[in-house]
């Protein structure tokens, strides 16, 4: 069993659960506690701190909400792995994955040459019906699913292979066929997982899910991309730079 020195203080105003809470989970930031992990058991850690079952069992619950821990049948209490966070700039997860030192995998559900969605068509700038390539793709991150991504693109953009997804992102296959990323209207926003979704991506029916749409465009202007994303909340975070204006 594994466990960070915890120091409460009772006369401060802040509660006894989030002090603890919040040590475990600056030790797991800070990498004294590694993923897989196990912590002391609820009692063991109520009499190492002195505090009730029930104070502890409230600090263990809120690093399990916080995605930090994750409670096993036949196992225990264990540390998982840290979220991915990502700036919100025009990158692929695939290449931030791998600048964060992680390894990315990808399993292609789906690729194929099909009419285009009206909404996606109007994004695109396309004629209803046209043609487009659409893929879906489940990414993982370290062996672990981290996010389901569907993308439409022109069929005159680079072909797309299994190969080639499964070995490296969207936007280096598109650089690597001569289109040049230059920008993107995006949108992010967040809702419940679905039964498949859950099961996909290892969580629960309901699970809170961060959702991105992106329509890319190359340095001519042209559509390129267009897709919709949705990742684990409890691996993944956006985070946004502001200034003063």
Known sequence: MTGPEIAVDRSSPVPLYFQVAEQFAAAIQRGDLAPGDRLDSELQLADRLGLSRPTVRQAIQHLVDKGLIVRRRGVGTQVVRGEVRRAVELTSLHDDLVRAGQRPSTSVLELAVVPCPP????????????????????????????????????????????????????????????????????RIGARAATAAEAQMLGERRGAPLLTMTRTAYDDQGRYVEHGAHIYRASRYSLEVTVAER
């Open 119 to 186: 909404a996606v068509a109007t994004a695109l700038g396309l004629p209803p019906g046209s043609e487009v390539q659409h893929l879906r793709r489940l990414r993982f991150s370290d062996g672990e699913p981290l996010a389901v991504m569907e993308n439409w693109l022109p069929v005159d953009v680079p072909r797309l292979t299994m190969e080639a997804l499964q070995a490296d992102g969207l936007y280096a296959i598109l650089r690597a066929g001569g289109r040049r990323i230059r920008g993107a209207q995006q």
